[in-house]
């Protein structure tokens, strides 16, 4: 793999060395110059993204693939396996900020997200190992550890850059009479887009990969073991790609480090904060939904248990194609972000509400593995169809929360905090999905219907936190 990278000797932007950009910054242009940025400061960010994007894509091109193949080809360790991970990730995002702040002191950003994504090669590799489960609970254990710094980094990074970009651009969008803040607006909406519409093919690479070996070498047992030795190398490539990522400071008002009880505190102490963790929660309910009930209850006894990675493979595939669209219909403001939640919100009760009605048939018996008839054409289509709808709800699931938030807080003490919120409601959202997936195993109905539930819950949080405050 090719990497294109800015130039990694990038001094720090706001460190108290260089010019203090606040109401009395100067020239930013001149700060811009400072930082080895050239004449195109907001360019050097999007490369800074870029480069983050391209590490997550080969860290979850390989994880995602072993992650969806879970259920289907682990049955109920499977179950445990990802709710041990989330559960864990859940938890430890209470403390990701401060040890963030600390370690990145120690020991920088480049090697924390490095570390953090080699325990995803170790969780991928450990799949060949299955017969004792005490090896494959730890490793996702394990990655439940290294997945709040990674993720916090990566939300926290393209936050930082969002800012960066706006503040070195003042002049010329005071210029062209739009506001600091509708500048950051498009700026986070951009440069988030841009990081989840590369993410997302991580998912459609690896998960073809895994899905062509399973279907073609399917009495070859042993090719399993290369399959997850392959998926562990991907996640190991893009762990080095972390090291290549060019330094972007603080911005201001987040040089303090924030405190153990900062996560908690703004979760029970802001109401926009509270307002936005239905959605987050259910944003990982209905993916947690996808990879482990969908598999279990629709595409395994339709289509077979080779098909499951195909059908990941058209969510994530999907998936970036519609972030993209979404990120180009805000960022040009075409559409609010009122109106995109909204969007997204119907969609995932669409894909729902079909796999709730339909009836669909048993064409295969033991978890997919053993064949009864064949399936007609449009089985097919049907779970094709219903993933490609929830991809493009999810799309901007995934990244507008993510943006609003970066709007909330960026600037403030509360942002990393804030960022540790997002992937602790939606890791949390993640493991009650499959603990309710292994308890409820014989009662689809009743688990989508939970779904459901939760995504109006979800909207009518959003709507009221519109009305409190604007969401850009």
């Known amino acids: 793999m090719t990497i294109t990278t800015a130039r990694t000797d990038v001094e720090d932007v706001s460190r108290p060395t260089t010019p203090k950009m606040d109401s009395c ?39 995602n693939a072993a992650q969806g193949l879970q259920s289907s080809a682990n049955g109920i360790l499977g179950y445990i396996n990802l709710a041990a991970l989330y559960g864990t990730f859940a938890i430890l995002c209470l403390f990701a900020p401060a040890m963030l702040s600390w370690l990145e002191a120690a020991v920088g950003f480049r090697f924390i ?32 550890i290294g997945a709040p710094l990674l993720w916090t980094c990566q939300s926290d990074y393209v936050g930082r850059c969002a800012l960066h970009a706006t503040r070195a651009t003042k002049s010329a969008v005071q210029e062209e009479g739009e506001s600091e803040a509708d500048r950051l607006a498009v700026n986070t909406a951009m440069l988030n887009s841009l990081f989840f519409a590369v993410y997302q093919f991580a998912g459609a690479g690896g998960n073809v990969i ?24 991907f996640s190991l490539m893009g762990a080095f ?12 008002g987040q040089e303090e480090a924030p405190s153990l009880r900062a996560t908690g505190a703004l979760a029970v102490g802001d109401f926009r904060m509270r307002l936005m963790i239905p ?57 609010s972000r009122r109106t995109a939640y909204v969007v997204a919100t119907l969609l995932e009760l669409l894909y729902l509400g079909f796999k709730f009605f339909w009836n669909r048939p048993e064409n295969y018996v ?19 169809a219903m993933v490609a709808l929830f991809a493009c709800g999810d799309a901007f699931w995934e990244s507008g929360p993510t943006a609003t938030l970066q709007n909330f807080f960026l600037g403030t003490p509360d942002c990393v905090p804030a960022m540790a919120n997002y992937k602790l409601w939606q890791s949390l959202g993640f493991c009650v999905q ?16 939970i779904v459901i539930a939760m995504c109006f819950v979800s909207l009518t949080s959003i709507l009221v936190l519109d009305r409190m405050v604007s969401i850009q």
Request: contains cysteine; aromatic residues 14%; hydrophobic residues 50%.
């Open 241 to 252: 790609a972390f090291l290549a990522l060019p330094k972007v400071a603080p911005g201001e």
């Open 366 to 384: 033991d978890s997919g593995k053993t064949f009864v008839q064949n399936p007609e054409w449009f089985d097919f289509l049907a779970i094709f």
């Open 279 to 335: 959605l987050l929660f259910t944003n990982g309910m209905t993916l947690a939904f996808l990879f482990g009930d969908f598999a279990t209850d629709i595409t395994c006894p339709v289509v077979s248990e080779s098909i499951v990675g195909f059908v990941i493979a058209t969510f994530y595939l999907v998936n970036s194609f519609a972030t993209i669209g979404w990120g180009k219909l805000i960022s040009n403001k075409y559409i």
């Open 210 to 233: 895994s899905s062509g070996v399973i279907l073609a070498f399917s009495d070859k047992h042993w090719l399993n073991d290369v399959l997850y030795f392959v998926l562990g190398g």
């Open 113 to 144: 997200m490095f570390a953090s994504a080699v325990s995803y090669v170790l969780m991928a590799v450990s799949n060949i190992y299955t017969e004792n489960w005490a090896l494959p609970i730890t490793m996702n254990v394990l990655v439940g």
């Open 25 to 63: 910054e100067g020239n930013a242009r001149s700060s811009a110059l400072l930082a080895g940025q050239g004449d195109d400061p907001l360019g050097h960010y999007v490369r800074c993204v870029r480069i983050l994007a391209v590490g997550f894509l080969g860290v979850f091109g390989g994880f």
């Open 434 to 449: 499959f603990i309710i997936g292994a308890c409820l195993e014989d009662m689809p109905q009743v688990r989508t219907g």
